[in-house]
T-cell receptor, first 112, second 112 residues
Framework: NAGVTQTPKFQVLKTGQSMTLQCAQDMNHNSMYWYRQDPGMGLRLIYY???????DKGEVPNGYNVSRLNKREFSLRLESAAPSQTSVYFC???????????FGPGTRLLVL | GEDVEQSLFLSVREGDSSVINCTYT??????LYWYKQEPGAGLQLLTYIFSNMDMKQDQRLTVLLNKKDKHLSLRIADTQTGDSAIYFCAESIDQAGTALIFGKGTTLSVSS
């Protein structure tokens, strides 16, 4: 099992550019999540998907969209990147038990 | 809204016990979690406690939950230099216990 994988690992964007962060899990988990981590702010939930075909807003959804393409994949899209979106983005998937929580390695995004 | 508070730093000597404290606001949280993050890495689930439990022990880790005061603590016995990391407390905000709100993290520094 690869667990949770994220691509790219690192990205630099100019203000106004768009991009999609990819996340995939091979553990057959129903629930997937996108978080951002900023210095001194901990992790904040952007969007989550409790099951295939559903998505819900988290704490900080503005400026982002998500797609639960299938059970394995959950993508995060920035339509028009802003410097305030410079952050480290983590994807996570969670199985039936609270013990089965896995985070990806993160995508470091810099918006100039 | 929901909020999770932690002290930002803790410094201990190798071999001592470490106690990291956390307070949360959502009294309906079903699960409370502790995660560890090492530099440049994603989050690793350390342990969790169900909201109807007072205590959970797992090898060197002891979690205490005071539901009345909404206070959670993580005790690491015989702290080692390899325990140096950022520790995040998190509460669940949904019934399934999978949508999480994180604290800002406590940086644990262990000196030899």
């Amino acid at each position: 099992n690869a667990g949770v994988t994220q691509t790219p690992k690192f990205q630099v964007l100019k203000t106004g550019q768009s991009m999609t962060l990819q996340c995939a899990q091979d553990m057959n988990h129903n629930s997937m999540y996108w978080y951002r981590q900023d210095p001194g702010m901990g992790l904040r939930l952007i969007y989550y998907s409790a099951s295939e075909g559903t998505t819900d807003k988290g704490e900080v959804p503005n400026g982002y969209n998500v797609s639960r393409l299938n059970k394995r994949e959950f993508s995060l899209r920035l339509e028009s990147a802003a410097p305030s979106q410079t952050s480290v983005y983590f994807c996570a998937s969670i199985g039936q038990s609270p013990k089965t929580q896995y985070f990806g390695p993160g995508t470091r995004l810099l918006v100039l | 809204g929901e909020d999770v508070e932690q002290s930002l730093f803790l410094s201990v000597r190798e071999g001592d016990s470490s106690v990291i404290n956390c307070t949360y606001t959502d009294s309906s949280s079903t699960y409370l979690y502790w995660y560890k993050q090492e530099p440049g890495a994603g989050l690793q689930l350390l342990t969790y406690i169900f909201s109807n439990m007072d205590m959970k022990q797992d090898q060197r880790l002891t979690v205490l939950l005071n539901k009345k005061d909404k206070h959670l603590s993580l005790r690491i016995a015989d702290t080692q230099t390899g325990d140096s990391a950022i520790y995040f407390c998190a509460e669940s905000i949904d019934q399934a216990g999978t949508a999480l709100i994180f604290g800002k993290g406590t940086t644990l520094s262990v000196s030899s």
